[in-house]
């Protein structure tokens, strides 16, 4: 049996594990395993799995996912996502629309401490939600809103996927975050005009509130500091040279917990539900490097990812298109794939490919930094698009008498808002590269 078969069979037989739903981490080792030994022997499979495991988890840069996840955790426990809400209802909750605008907006603060899109949609959820329910709000909106929302938590740093792509192409932690804020931020932007256009064009999704007074928007500012604090100090010592990103990680874990305690949100058992949570996640994660480790070290033994660079390096058609098939190709794999999955399966594949294209004259630190953050983006779309999506699934779990078909109807206008962001990033990548020259 040829290799390339034997990597043709990998696949098939790993997307058949993920359709009977078995774990993604066992789908990929699984197949990669038996097609490893396959083409060596079971004593070579053996010499493989005693290094490669302690290879993967002796990685320091590693350590900065398990404590964002535990920022993250802290940050959803402490309540720090009511007094966003809070804060964003007071200033444009009088417009029409403006409790969605407001969940948007606290879900881009939100994904400022977080770093997981799970995470901020199930927070926001529970805060925004029952607002919007209780003025009137159409369950359309509503939950097509917070399942979009739920995206600016991996779209604005920190990142957790962002981090993993940085890890398996050896770029900057530092120079990705940074290049992810303004697309970050025009996708909240995006989001906040799709809510004004729709609720403009159908007046009933949404009835505006009273307006507050400037005394109500005062106090619910002050609640905002811990986040603003946190914000400064993790991501102002990052690129004032004063810590790394796994530094500033560990510095922003122990400033949410700090914060959460002090506003009386996160009392022992609450901090215990924390390093559970960010222990059980850190686990699902590395168990998926595990996973991904093995079937991509039986596809280089195959080749197939070195035939695939010599094979898109002799097309004819311009490296832009084949950019964009890639990006549908992450958008199809949203269907059935987790966003870490994708990562880890996908990027030691298509990334050697895409850097040996020339792509708007870049260098190779933009060419990777730049093809991260498309990936970045169409990875979120993944999220929300059907027929999965998994931000919808979490936030219908929350508003269960909101029909699901009517969920995604509301993400509807929102993913032509993620279309025009993406298309303006493919042609001008000088939208996520401008901060890291302004900042480094």
Not at 81 to 92: H, Q, T
Not at 112 to 123: D, E, F, I, L, W
Not at 145 to 166: K, N, R
Not at 324 to 352: H, K, N, R, W, Y
Request: proline residues 5%; contains cysteine; charged residues 10%.
């Amino acid at each position: 049996m040829s290799p390339t078969t034997i990597g043709l069979l990998m696949f098939a037989g790993m997307l058949a594990m993920m359709a009977l739903r078995v774990p993604i981490a066992a789908a990929m080792f699984i197949p990669g395993a038996l097609g490893y030994m396959a083409l060596t022997s079971d004593t070579g499979l053996l010499s493989l799995l005693k290094g490669s495991s302690v290879a993967r988890m002796s990685i320091y840069d590693l350590s900065v996912i398990p404590l964002f996840l535990l920022m993250g955790q802290f940050a959803t426990q402490g309540g720090l996502s009511r007094a966003l809400f809070k804060a964003a209802a007071a200033f444009v909750g009088h417009i029409r629309g403006g409790l969605a605008m407001a969940a948007v907006m606290s879900a881009a603060a939100f994904g400022a401490v977080c770093g997981s899109s799970v995470a901020t949609s199930a927070t926001i959820t529970q805060v925004a939600y029952p607002e919007m329910k209780a003025h009137g709000y159409h369950g359309r909106l509503s939950t097509g809103t917070l399942a979009v929302g739920g995206t600016l938590g991996i779209l604005i740093p920190p990142s957790v996927p962002l981090v993993v792509y940085a890890i398996l192409t050896e770029q900057n932690i530092a120079k990705l975050f940074a290049a992810a804020m303004v697309p970050g931020l025009l996708a909240m932007a995006g989001y906040m005009i799709v809510i004004a256009i729709v609720c403009r064009v159908n007046p009933g999704l949404a009835e505006p509130m009273e307006p507050a007074t400037w005394a109500e928007r005062g106090r619910a500012l002050l609640g905002v500091w811990p986040i603003l604090t946190i914000f400064i100090v993790v991501f102002g010592g990052i690129y004032g040279g004063i810590f790394s990103p796994t530094e500033g990680a560990a510095v922003g874990a122990l400033a949410t917990l700090v914060a959460g305690v002090a506003q009386g949100e996160l009392g022992l058992k609450a901090i215990e539900r924390c390093f559970v949570g960010a222990a059980e996640t850190a686990a699902m994660v590395f168990m998926i490097f595990l996973g991904a480790d093995m079937m991509n070290s039986a596809l280089a033994l195959t080749q197939m990812p070195a035939a695939l660079a010599a094979w898109m390096t002799t097309l004819t058609i311009p490296p832009i298109l084949i950019i964009a098939a890639i990006l549908v190709l992450f958008v199809v794999l949203g269907c059935v794939m987790d966003e870490l999955s994708m990562l880890l399966l996908t990027i030691p594949v298509l990334f050697p490919a895409v850097m040996g294209m020339d792509l708007w004259g870049l260098g190779a630190e933009d060419k990777a930094i730049w093809f991260g953050i498309l990936v970045l983006m169409v990875v979120g779309v993944g999220l929300v698009a059907p027929p999965v999506g998994l931000n919808v699934y979490v936030v219908n779990s929350l508003a269960k008498e909101v029909p699901m078909n009517e969920t995604y109807k509301g993400v509807m206008p929102f993913l032509a808002s993620d279309l025009i962001r993406t298309v303006l990033l493919l042609f001008f990548p000088a939208i996520c590269l401008g901060l890291i020259k302004l900042l480094m």
